[in-house]
């Protein structure tokens, strides 16, 4: 079975400052790893994904996530947060197996503030 | 243009009603999903079609019921609704169903059974 696992509920962190929102998972075979953003009252919107290849993936709006297969990790990243960036982020993996179904983790609200 | 577009946006209606909600994506693509996200924000895939043919069907109660006139349609009709059934349902599109296409939401439909 997949899993991934966000850590941290909520995020806070001061204008300017860098953020990161943590995210592991779990799977069989080789992963495809997703983050999605979504802001109040709004469907998820994609920001990057990580197939193959390089492991620093740069996304939209600045972000840029770190697929590091030793710690089944895929943490997302931002170098100077903005207050329009606080949102619910989520995290998402698809594997070879299961239909390929998109599992997602139960999501990280972050709050920047300024 | 939006590009997932469901409708109702809000849906209030009351226990053992049948009720509908339309989905129709003008990207192109293949693949689509219902997705239903929780109180806690919570979210899960429920049913997945690729070119109108069901391909993930969660363990989804049998009053939930999609249904795909075209690639561009996946609409989900609800029989017998319950109070458990309030959240809000996102439809979502794909290019096609490989593991590395990312997925596009629509704005969700908040149904609220009381």
């Known amino acids: 079975a997949q899993s991934v696992a966000q850590p941290e509920d909520q995020v806070n962190v001061a204008e300017g400052n860098p953020l990161t929102v943590k995210c592991t998972y779990s799977?069989?075979?080789?992963?495809?790893l997703f983050w999605y953003v979504q802001y109040p009252n709004r469907g998820l919107q994609f920001l990057l994904k990580y197939i193959t290849g390089d492991n620093l993936v740069k996304g939209s709006y600045g972000f840029e996530a770190e697929f590091n297969k030793s710690q089944t990790s895929f943490h997302l990243k931002k170098p100077s947060a903005l207050v329009s960036d606080s949102a619910l982020y989520f995290c998402?993996?698809?594997?070879?197996?299961?239909?390929?179904?998109?599992?997602f983790g139960d999501g990280t609200t972050l709050t920047v503030k300024p | 243009d939006t590009a997932v577009s469901q409708t109702p946006k809000y849906l209030v209606t009351q226990m053992g009603n049948d009720k509908s909600i339309k989905c129709e994506q003008n990207?192109?693509?293949?693949?689509m999903y219902w997705y239903k996200q929780d109180s806690k924000k919570f979210l899960k895939i429920m049913f997945s079609y690729n070119n109108k043919e069901l391909i993930i069907n969660e363990t989804v109660p049998n009053r939930f019921s999609p249904k795909s006139p075209d690639k561009a349609h996946l609409n989900l009709h609800i029989n017998s609704l319950e109070l458990g059934d309030s959240a809000v349902y996102f439809c979502a599109s794909s290019r096609r169903d490989t593991l590395n296409t990312e997925a596009f939401f629509g704005q969700g439909t908040r149904l609220t059974v009381v």
């Open positions: 990207l192109g693509h293949d693949t």
């Open positions: 799977v069989s075979g080789n992963p495809y």
């Open positions: 998402a993996v698809r594997v070879n197996t299961n239909a390929g179904k998109s599992t």
